[in-house]
Antibody
Framework: QVTLRESGPALVKPTQTLTLTCTFS??????????VSWVRQPPGKALEWLAL???????YYSTSLKTRLTISKDTSKNQVVLTMTNMDPVDTATYYC????????????WGQGTMVTVSS | EIVMTQSPATLSVSPGERATLSCRASQSVSSNLAWYQQKPGQAPRLLIYGASTRATGIPARFSGSGSGTEFTLTISSLQSEDFAVYYC???????????FGQGTRLEIK
């Protein structure tokens, strides 16, 4: 059974750096073609893709947020980590991690999401 | 960036009837289009990928069509559990630049 689970702080202050961890099971990120992304959703709003890391450790970022994002993986721990710098109240959202495959970029399995509020 | 536009924003349909949701891309995405269903408090669930292929476990009443810039999700006979928000997503490019539509809320009429 494939599962993903997000973890991280529920509350961060403006200007701080957010670090989120996606811990997954049921697949390996060293398998050719495998990818994990981060997607966020502000309350009542649409989904927004943030970043993707693939089996070959290549990393891709949303154009609008690339200067603030870093994605990394620890294959031995089955984890993907996202950092977002200079957090602002508009970054308040539920953050999801999700799996996809190169060539079939749809996200077939999602974590349950973690809500992050940015407030002083 | 490819912009995805969904219409209508809200669709009111009676149970048992057919629902048709639209998604338009600002430039061709070939068949690299997915549809998701999201219920309150839940993560999105993949329904359709490759514009028309149902994901594992998705009932046959869900079907997708289209290519290029115009796509449709059809739910042939609405069940109570189908009332939710639906998103389209394109994944046309590699390196990826993935974008979602703004969603269509499907509500009970």
């Amino acid at each position: 059974q494939v599962t993903l689970r997000e973890s991280g702080p529920a509350l961060v202050k403006p200007t701080q750096t957010l670090t989120l961890t996606c811990t997954f099971s049921g697949f390996s990120l060293s398998t050719s073609g495998m990818c994990v992304s981060w997607v966020r959703q502000p309350p009542g709003k649409a989904l927004e893709w943030l970043a993707l890391i693939d089996w070959d450790d290549d990393k891709y970022y949303s154009t609008s947020l690339k200067t603030r994002l870093t994605i990394s993986k620890d294959t031995s721990k089955n984890q993907v980590v996202l950092t977002m710098t200079n957090m602002d109240p508009v970054d308040t959202a539920t953050y999801y991690c999700a799996r996809s495959y190169r060539g079939v970029g749809a996200f077939d399995i999602w974590g349950q999401g973690t809500m992050v509020t940015v407030s002083s | 960036e490819i912009v995805m536009t969904q219409s209508p924003a809200t669709l009111s349909v009676s149970p048992g009837e057919r629902a048709t949701l639209s998604c338009r891309a600002s430039q061709s995405v070939s068949s690299n289009l997915a549809w998701y269903q999201q219920k309150p408090g839940q993560a999105p669930r993949l329904l359709i990928y490759g514009a028309s292929t149902r994901a594992t476990g998705i009932p046959a009443r869900f079907s997708g069509s289209g290519s290029g810039t115009e796509f449709t999700l059809t739910i042939s006979s609405l069940q109570s559990e189908d009332f939710a928000v639906y998103y389209c997503q394109q994944y046309n490019n590699w390196p990826p630049s993935i974008t979602f539509g703004q969603g269509t809320r499907l509500e009970i009429k």
